[in-house]
Structure formats: structure tokens, C-alpha cells
């Protein structure tokens, strides 16, 4: 096995690290190897909804998520000719009394860092999505822009962009030690040979604290697992459809080609179904998949003529307060982005290039960094959006 050298080794080769690869060769740093143990897209990523809608609680997830949504729009001149599969549907927010409140605030917040999004009544939800039942909303929100993705593509057009600036990708490559000497990151032994690098960026998701424990780190995540159903519409319900998310029974939907709808939770409770993301259940079982669907029926009462096509599982790398890790930690030379809670896919064009200028610049190269330091949990100050902790928002 012959040792390669490097600038930067990216671990993991889901759609963060291979952002980070792209902005890092966006930025002139071309000697970078991303390794995976297994390959691209393997982890969560392709397992991710990838849904892109903008309604974030903070001022520095606004920011990233207007400027994610930006690169997903312009991938193609972006990446030269790489694909991320967006597609424009709109998003659809609808809340009760008790969310009515944050969800203002939320929508203020929003509008003043420049995202285009609007206060909707339940009568003009209706008007947008006329098969949705609203008594039981007070309120909600509009985003005409957003949209989904293609998950896989997505990475796999960042690898290719960065590959033609110079990164190589190495699949197949299990990280068992991340080397140290005298304080300092040396590289990585993998399980085809050693790359000798002076900075290692831990963007290994599902396996981020793993890592992280290699050179000492404590790295507060939890493994869940999160379920997907797909429900197929009855014939003659069927036509284009806004994402929809739902505060009141914490679902949220996306359309999945032309007949299906795709369902998510955004249950609390799923954070406490912890899994081993080497070995956890890929399938999703009836009663599960049976709850979505009477979830979703009651949004939209016409799915109660639907059927369960079919039902996965992913897993979410969950951080204490449902927000990711981005610092520079640990070993010199060592940098850290993990713990996206659900929300790496979305995020991934800006965590990529915050987290190059991390590497290039220093704690000083992006100003929204310090607020994803690791420390944050020892001090006591999680980062907390309008609705509070019961979800990244």
C-alpha cells in the first residue's frame, strides 16, 4: 500500500464533505483527497428527502439556507455542468394557535436576510393547495422558491466539480486512525494505506463522533432513526403539489415523481430511536408506515383513498440542540462538521464554503462560525431558534 499525500483529507463522502471539497478547490486548495468507507452518497445522504425550504429560526441558518438555495438554482454554471435534480415546488407551512407566535417571528426574521416568503391565511393555503383540510390551522407561511432535490446527484456533482480542480476521491476506504504528532494532525490510516495530510476535516455524519473520538474529541451525537413512507396519490388526485409541513401533526410531505407523496415526521420522539448507523432497520414496518398515512390523510383528507407504495429508513446525526458542529478542534490541523440534526442536506453549499474558509482563513475567514463552535455545549449556550428546542427550524 503506497501513502499519498495531501493538503486536506475530507472524511466522508456525503454531500458535506464533497461541498467542502468543491469550495476548498473553489478557493485555490486543489490537493484535497475525500475518503469513504464506503461510497458516495452511501450514508445519510442518500437516504436524505432533501427538501430545501427556507424556513429557518436563526439568523445564521437564514443566512446559510439563502445562500444554499442560491447555489442549488445555479448548480449546473456552478459546477460545470454537474446536476443537483432541483425542482421548484414551493413550500407550504401551516401551524396553530400555540405556533401562530413564533412562526411571525420566524417569517420577520426570514424577510429581513432577504428570503421571500409570506404570512398566508389558512383560506389562501387553500388556494394554493386546494386538497388540503385547514379547520385546524390558524396560520402559515409561503415560500414560492423552494423546492427538492436529487440527494445523490447533488454529491456525486460536487465530487465530479472538485475532482476536475484537482481533488481525488477514494471510496472504499475505511478511516481506522486519524494520526497525531505532538499536537498536530499528521493524516489518516485507512483501510487502503496511509495519507499523510496537515489538516483533516471530520465530515464523516452518521459517523462523526466516531471520528471524532480518534483524536480525542468528545462530540455530543446521537444516531436516529428517522422514517420516510411513500404514499401513492388516487388517480384522479393527481397533479403538482407544494412541499407541505405540518406543526400540527409534525409531518412533512414533498412530491415523489408523479404519483407518490413522500412523508416525514418531525417528531421529537424520534430522537429517542437511537440506532447503530452500521446496523439499524432500512425498512419501514406497517404500523409505522400505517401512522403516516393516517397522518397524512388528515392533511389531506383524499389520501385516505391512498395506498403505502412503499417505506426506508434513514438515521440523523442529532446534536443537543439540533444544530451542526463547525470549528476548528482538537489537534491542530483538525476541523469538524458534523451533527446536522436532519438539515446537512440543505445546508451543504454553505457549510461547504464555510467550512473552506475555515480551513483557508481561519476562525476568522466566515463571521457565522463562532456561533457552531463545539464549545458552545460545555458553556451552556445552545443555539436556540424561535420555537425553541423542539426541532432545528
Not at 407518490?260 to 448507523?277: M, N, Q
Amino acid at each position: 500500500l503506497m501513502a499519498l499525500t495531501a493538503d486536506v483529507v475530507i472524511i466522508g463522502g456525503g454531500v458535506t464533505g464533497t461541498s467542502i471539497a468543491f469550495h476548498l478547490a473553489a478557493r485555490g486548495m486543489r490537493d484535497v483527497i475525500v475518503v469513504d468507507k464506503s461510497s458516495l452518497a452511501s450514508g445519510g445522504t442518500g437516504k436524505s428527502s432533501a427538501c430545501v425550504r427556507q424556513h429557518y429560526t436563526t439568523a445564521e441558518t437564514c443566512r446559510m439556507i439563502r445562500f444554499s438555495l442560491d447555489v442549488f438554482q445555479r448548480f449546473e454554471a456552478l459546477t460545470g455542468g454537474g446536476s443537483c435534480g432541483f425542482r421548484r415546488t414551493g413550500y407550504l407551512l401551516g401551524v396553530d394557535e400555540r405556533m401562530r407566535a413564533p412562526m411571525e417571528a420566524s417569517v420577520a426574521l426570514q424577510r429581513g436576510v432577504g428570503i421571500e416568503t409570506r404570512l398566508v391565511s389558512p383560506a389562501e393555503m387553500r388556494e394554493i393547495e386546494p386538497r388540503l383540510r385547514t379547520e385546524d390551522l390558524t396560520a402559515g407561511c409561503y415560500e414560492p422558491d423552494s423546492g427538492y432535490c436529487n440527494p445523490a446527484e447533488t454529491a456525486q456533482g460536487f465530487a465530479r466539480a472538485a475532482r476536475e480542480r484537482g481533488a481525488r476521491v477514494l471510496e472504499d476506504a475505511e478511516v481506522l486512525a486519524v494520526l497525531t504528532q505532538g499536537g498536530h494532525v499528521t493524516g489518516v490510516r485507512t483501510t487502503k494505506g496511509e495519507i499523510h495530510a496537515p489538516r483533516v476535516v471530520n465530515a464523516a455524519g452518521l459517523w462523526g463522533a466516531r471520528i471524532g473520538a480518534m483524536v480525542g474529541l468528545e462530540i455530543p451525537i446521537s444516531v436516529c432513526r428517522h422514517k420516510i413512507s411513500i404514499v401513492t396519490w388516487p388517480e384522479a388526485a393527481r397533479r403538482p403539489h407544494p412541499m407541505v409541513y405540518d406543526f400540527v401533526t409534525n409531518i412533512y410531505t414533498r412530491p415523489e415523481l408523479g404519483e407518490h407523496i413522500l412523508v416525514g415526521g418531525l417528531d421529537a420522539e424520534e430522537s429517542h430511536d437511537l440506532a447503530d448507523p452500521d446496523r439499524y432497520k432500512e425498512s419501514v414496518s406497517l404500523d409505522e408506515s400505517t401512522s403516516a398515512l393516517a397522518r397524512v390523510s388528515h392533511r389531506f383528507p383524499v389520501l385516505e383513498e391512498g395506498r403505502i407504495a412503499r417505506g426506508y429508513a434513514g438515521c440523523f446525526d442529532v446534536t443537543p440542540d439540533w444544530h451542526p458542529i463547525l470549528d476548528r478542534v482538537g489537534p491542530e490541523g483538525s476541523y469538524v462538521a458534523v451533527g446536522f440534526s436532519g438539515h446537512g442536506f440543505k445546508l451543504s453549499p454553505a457549510v461547504g464554503d464555510m467550512m473552506a474558509a475555515l480551513v483557508t482563513d481561519g476562525p476568522g475567514g466566515h463571521p457565522d462560525l463562532p456561533t457552531f463552535r463545539l464549545s458552545r455545549f460545555a458553556e451552556g449556550k445552545p443555539i436556540r431558534g424561535t420555537y425553541g428546542d423542539w426541532l432545528m427550524c
